[in-house]
């Protein structure tokens, strides 16, 4: 079965400094990896995805992601953090049989000025 | 840009009553699905739909629930009678195709809220 972790309920950072989201996840396929993003009061948009073809992914807005097979993770960067940023950051594996997203618990980033 | 769209936005029930939450998939889509969050906790997969039947369920979606595509355009949730536990966000979502490496498109999500 397909799951993922993300390490840290609450991420906070000041505006200018790099971001970094913590997930695992733990898949019996080579699995489909995607961050989402979630403002307050909006629906969750995707910010990039990893599908076996390169290992660092570079997503919207300056994110990018690092897949890592040996340690079961795909950590989402930032180099430089920025207000608009604050939001909520879903982990998600795609179940290779029917398509289904499976979510990560979701990180909450704040950034501060 | 294409978008998935849903309405309304917030839906307030009393317990007991049925409620049904309206999708527009992206319209060149085919595959549709239906995902909650329930305040605090982590998006959750509810159901699967493609061909005119549900694909695939989850252990939530039980006999209250009902999906529909009644036309070529609007994708819709039935809640039969809605329980307190019932309230949530749900987000509509569809992809071009199944397959794992497809990227889902959600919608901007109805609240739901069971009084």
């Known amino acids: 079965a397909q799951s993922v972790t993300q390490l840290d309920s609450h991420v906070s950072v000041s505006e200018g400094t790099p971001v970094l989201l913590r997930c695992n996840y733990s898949?019996?396929?080579?699995?489909?990896l995607f961050w989402y993003v979630q403002h307050p009061n909006k629906g969750l948009q995707l910010l990039l995805k990893?599908?076996?073809?390169?290992?660092l992914v570079k997503g919207i807005n300056g994110f990018e992601a690092e897949f890592k097979k040996s340690e079961t993770s795909f950590h989402l960067t930032k180099p430089s953090a920025h207000m608009s940023d604050a939001a909520e950051y879903f982990c998600?594996?795609?179940?290779?049989?029917?398509?289904?997203?499976?979510f990560g618990q979701g990180t909450e980033l704040s950034v501060k000025p | 840009e294409p978008e998935v769209t849903q309405t309304p936005s917030h839906q307030v029930t009393q317990m007991g009553q049925e409620v049904i939450l309206r999708c527009v998939p992206i319209s060149n889509h085919l595959y549709f699905y239906w995902y909650r969050q329930i305040l605090g906790q982590k998006v959750e997969f509810l159901v699967s739909f493609y061909n005119n039947e549900i694909s695939e369920k989850s252990e939530i979606f039980d006999d209250q629930f009902s999906v529909e595509r009644p036309d070529g355009s609007n994708f819709t949730l039935k809640i039969r009678s809605t329980k307190l536990e019932d309230s949530a966000m749900y987000f509509c979502?569809?992809?071009?195709?199944?397959?794992?490496?497809?990227?889902?498109?959600f919608g901007p999500g109805t609240r739901l809220t069971v009084l």
């Open positions: 979502a569809s992809s071009a195709d199944r397959a794992s490496t497809d990227t889902q498109y």
């Open positions: 898949s019996s396929y080579s699995p489909s």
């Open positions: 998600v594996v795609s179940d290779p049989q029917g398509g289904k997203l499976i």
């Open positions: 990893y599908t076996s073809a390169a290992t």
